[in-house]
């Protein structure tokens, strides 16, 4: 599998460390930075991988910051992508079973790494259910509903 990483400052000895992880798992690997704790603007790195996963070149992607939710916000601003922050094993699992979710969301300073290299692993080996997920997932995909009426 073909995975990208991203992220900030606050992220980037964690992403670094998923990176060589997913690398030992046997994946490709495409990191997309940051590599230093420079400061540096999370939505960058957020929609880089994000562009990454939606255009196919990468299966799957990872984004760190300090919580993980901003750099995800930016991720999820590109169209295909289904972002999460997981910080529990039953989320990373259930965001992929339920939800197709393809790009992960982790959070330097609050996830340690043991537990974030569990959360990669159930978040790469766990499948998509499909089934009756697969309507609510294609919801997800759609442009949003309008009602009728809406001048928009």
């Known amino acids: 599998m073909r995975i990208a990483f991203g992220a900030d400052h606050a992220g980037f000895e964690l992403k670094d460390l998923l990176a060589r992880y ?15 704790a420079a400061s540096v603007d999370y939505p960058d790195f957020g929609f880089a991988v994000g562009e990454v996963v939606a255009s196919g070149r990468a299966d799957r992607g990872v984004v760190v910051c300090g919580t993980g939710v901003g750099i995800a916000i930016a991720a999820n601003r590109v169209r295909g992508v289904r972002a999460g922050v997981a910080t529990d094993l039953f989320t990373a699992r259930l965001m992929r079973e339920h939800n197709d979710a393809n790009v992960l969301g982790l959070g330097a300073r609050v996830t340690a790494p043991p537990l974030a290299m569990a959360l990669l692993e159930a978040f790469l080996t766990t499948p998509f259910a499909g089934g009756r997920h697969q309507k609510r997932v294609d919801k997800l995909d759609a442009p949003p509903p309008r009602p009728e009426g809406d001048p928009r």
């Open 22 to 36: 997913a690398a030992g798992l046997g994946h490709e690997v495409l990191d997309l930075g940051t590599s230093s």
